[in-house]
């Protein structure tokens, strides 16, 4: 009943929240293993209220481990996913190294939990990119009623989806720049503070960035559907939590606002926050940060194209676009399949 969990990349971002929603959501752990790299190994974290040590990931012995919830980037991944499983570890990857494997489940829980199944191929479920696995919770009904044909998106992107560091810069740039000095520019190319930067992740071929190109890959296997196509632009914005999106669909039969709303109304994972009159509309600030759903707001037939709908999208990039869907991924997982 109970797993032994690790998480890989515990004294970051995303890690520090797995840790908080574990105990929150009072996850069957038996034992909890926290590893990172040397420099944080022997720091201690609190875990439902016990002090835990910090572990060096090249002296870890992941043969304890039932599930390993890996976020410590690509390249960690790549080195240690494999020993993981090697080990005989099940691991849930919060990275884009596994994800476009085509023997590999990409999940999120409200869309294709079934996947989760898919394990078995090569202990490996892969966890989606924030900014696609919001854009599918709210569209998941929409898909499901009436089918889509073709997305376009905007994202106004949150600085904790790079990072605690680059918390840390936009705090830091706001002060000096609000005190007369000028900012320093590390994690980002460009001053973060006050300004927007259309550049998340590797610039591709096609002119596209690598964050843009998840949106279309992700979209594509996690509906399972290669007809939908997408055309998006995602945008780096001075917020510290939750990813924002304006996302237009094109549908492939009609759909009126009310019935849209009604169906996120009752869509799991979602909350419709939608009364103009009462400026009722979701922020990250005032609805989605240290928050679960996803929020949907400003739902509307679109003005410039027939059967189009566009809709606003907002949730905890750190919470639903990460740490919570990797523990619901591990949920489903020890209940259902181990
Ligand atoms: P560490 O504290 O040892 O640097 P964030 O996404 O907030 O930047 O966090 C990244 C997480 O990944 C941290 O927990 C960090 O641990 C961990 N990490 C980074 N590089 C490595 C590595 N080479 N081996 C293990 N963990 C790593
Ligand atoms: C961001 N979406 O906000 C990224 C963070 O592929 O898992 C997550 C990167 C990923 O910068």
Same mark, same amino acid.
């Given at each position: 009943?109970?797993?032994?969990?690790?998480?890989?990349?515990?004294?970051?971002?995303?890690?520090?929240?797995? $840790?908080?929603?574990?105990?929150?959501?009072?996850?069957?752990?038996?034992?909890l293993y926290l590893v990172a790299s040397e420099r944080s190994a022997g720091e201690r974290l609190m875990f439902n209220g016990?002090?835990?040590?910090?572990?060096?990931?090249?002296?870890?012995?992941?043969s304890q481990v039932d599930v390993a919830l890996f976020s410590a980037g690509g390249s960690v991944s790549r080195e240690y996913v494999p020993r993981a499983v090697e080990a005989g570890c099940i691991v849930i990857d919060n990275t884009s190294e596994y994800r476009y494997d085509d023997d590999i489940p990409l999940v999120v829980t409200e869309v294709n939990p079934e996947r989760i199944a898919d394990y078995t191929n090569r202990?490996?479920?892969?966890?989606?990119?924030?900014?696609?696995?919001?854009?599918?919770?709210?569209?998941?009904?929409?898909q499901d009623a009436v089918g889509i044909e073709h997305i376009n998106v905007c994202t106004y992107q949150a600085v904790s989806g790079s990072g605690q560091k680059a918390v840390e810069e936009l705090a830091k740039q706001t002060a000096e720049l609000l005190n007369g000095r000028?900012?320093?520019?590390?994690?980002?190319?460009?001053?973060?503070?006050?300004?927007?930067?259309?550049?998340?992740?590797?610039?591709?071929?096609?002119?596209?960035?690598?964050?843009?190109?998840?949106?279309?890959?992700?979209?594509?296997?996690?509906?399972?559907?290669?007809s939908i196509s997408v055309?998006?632009?995602?945008? $780096?914005?001075? =917020?510290?939590?939750?990813?924002?999106?304006?996302?237009?669909?094109?549908? $492939?039969?009609?759909?009126?606002?009310?019935?849209?709303?009604?169906?996120?109304?009752?869509?799991?994972? =979602?909350?419709?926050?939608?009364?103009?009159?009462?400026?009722?509309?979701?922020?990250?600030?005032?609805?989605?940060?240290?928050?679960?759903?996803?929020?949907?707001? $400003?739902?509307?037939?679109?003005?410039?194209?027939?059967?189009?709908?566009?809709?606003?999208?907002?949730?905890?990039?750190?919470?639903?676009g990460a740490a919570l869907n990797s523990v619901q991924i591990a949920e489903i997982l020890v209940k259902s399949y181990l």
């Open positions: 009943e109970k797993a032994n969990v690790a998480i890989v990349g515990a004294t970051g971002a995303v890690g520090g929240t797995i $840790r908080e929603i574990l105990e929150e959501r009072k996850f069957p752990v038996d034992n016990k002090s835990t040590m910090v572990q060096n990931i090249d002296e870890f012995d992941f202990g490996i479920i892969a966890n989606p990119n924030c900014s696609t696995m919001q854009m599918l919770v709210a569209l998941k009904p929409i000028e900012a320093t520019a590390k994690v980002y190319d460009k001053q973060i503070a006050f300004n927007v930067l259309p550049n998340i992740d590797d610039m591709q071929d096609n002119g596209y960035t690598k964050e843009e190109m998840k949106m279309v890959w992700e979209t594509n296997k996690i509906f399972e559907d290669d055309s998006p632009t995602a945008v $780096r914005v001075p =917020v510290f939590y939750g990813h924002s999106e304006a996302v237009h669909v094109k549908l $492939r039969a009609p759909l009126a606002a009310v019935q849209a709303k009604e169906l996120l109304s009752n869509a799991e994972g =979602v909350t419709v926050v939608d009364d103009m009159i009462q400026l009722d509309y979701a922020t990250p600030v005032t609805h989605a940060s240290g928050k679960n759903d996803v929020f949907v707001s $400003r739902i509307r037939e679109d003005v410039g194209m027939e059967n189009g709908l566009a809709l606003w999208i907002v949730s905890d990039n750190v919470r639903k």
